[in-house]
């Protein structure tokens, strides 16, 4: 391996990681934000400022359920 293509590699995995991390943080805000369209008589923030843990879980869970959709989209 010459250093040429050890630097486009890193340049590639540097590029790939970007383009995750800008999709997964714009992802988490679409799916949170039509969450909270779709419960319009729920205020979720204010449950979970009041240590109700179940909306924590569903929250948290849709965090991570747009993660894994993202990942395995992003994934080169």
Known sequence: MTLETIITAYA??????I?????????I????KLFNLSTPRIDEW???SKGN???A???SSIVIAVGLVIA???QP
């Open 19 to 27: 383009v995750g991390s800008v999709s997964m943080g714009i992802g």
């Open 72 to 74: 395995s989209a992003v």
């Open 57 to 59: 879980i569903v929250l």
């Open 29 to 32: 805000v679409i799916a949170l």
């Open 53 to 55: 843990i179940a909306m």
């Open 12 to 17: 590639i995995t540097f590029g790939w990681a």
């Open 46 to 48: 204010d449950l979970i």
